[in-house]
T-cell receptor, first 114, second 115 residues
Framework: AQSVTQLDSQVPVFEEAPVELRCNYS??????LFWYVQYPNQGLQLLLK??????LVESINGFEAEFNKSQTSFHLRKPSVHISDTAEYFC????????????FGKGTKLTVNP | KAGVTQTPRYLIKTRGQQVTLSCSPI?????VSWYQQTPGQGLQFLFE???????NKGNFPGRFSGRQFSNSRSEMNVSTLELGDSALYLC??????????????FGDGTRLSIL
């Protein structure tokens, strides 16, 4: 069975500081990995995904995540955050092989302070 | 291209009642998945429908059911509502084809409150 662990439930940072949101997964099969962001009173928006190939994946708004198979991690990073990045971030995994079921971590609330 | 549409956005029910939630996927998407989001349990997978057939199911009681129509729209039904069913119910759609996984696109959810 798969599981996804987000190590920090809340991360407060100051504007323009770097941030890392940690995610570890466990699975007996190969997985696809995703980061989703949720703003208040909204659904989830896909931030970035790892399917195969380059282990470093980037989003259009400056976030990046690196797939590390040996450490079973998929940490999310941004070198300089903005107030508008304040949201809840979810790491998710699905099994390779066609299943649409996503297993989510508990989420990390990122709060960017001025 | 319109996104995933969920109706209604908010719903208040009392214990013992039943409720039906609706989800219209992105045009061309054939897979619809449902998730329950609560502060305590986080996001939990309910079930997934593809071409009108339930393809995957999570660990929820039989009070939770769903269906998908020929136009890929999906409904989720919860019978005999309990206080613990209060949650944000999210619907997600994807192409659902086999091969490299296609990311799911989420609606804004239906917030169900049980009194």
């Amino acid at each position: 069975a798969q599981s996804v662990t987000q190590l920090d439930s809340q991360v407060p940072v100051f504007e323009e500081a770097p941030v890392e949101l940690r995610c570890n997964y466990s699975s007996s099969v190969s997985v696809y990995l995703f980061w989703y962001v949720q703003y208040p009173n909204q659904g989830l928006q896909l931030l970035l995904k790892y399917l195969s190939g380059s282990t470093l994946v980037e989003s259009i708004n400056g976030f990046e995540a690196e797939f590390n198979k040996s450490q079973t991690s998929f940490h999310l990073r941004k070198p300089s955050v903005h107030i508008s990045d304040t949201a809840e971030y979810f790491c998710a995994a699905s099994s390779q092989g066609g299943s649409e079921k996503l297993v989510f971590g508990k989420g990390t609330k990122l709060t960017v302070n001025p | 291209k319109a996104g995933v549409t969920q109706t209604p956005r908010y719903l208040i029910k009392t214990r013992g009642q039943q409720v039906t939630l609706s989800c219209s996927p992105i045009s061309g998407h054939r897979s619809v998945s449902w998730y329950q989001q609560t502060p305590g349990q986080g996001l939990q997978f309910l079930f997934e429908y593809f071409s009108e057939t339930q393809r995957n199911k999570g660990n929820f009681p039989g009070r939770f059911s769903g269906r998908q129509f020929s136009n890929s729209r999906s409904e989720m039904n919860v019978s005999t509502l309990e206080l613990g069913d209060s949650a944000l119910y999210l619907c997600a759609s994807s192409l659902g084809a086999t091969g490299p996984n296609q990311p799911q696109h989420f609606g804004d959810g239906t917030r169900l409150s049980i009194l």
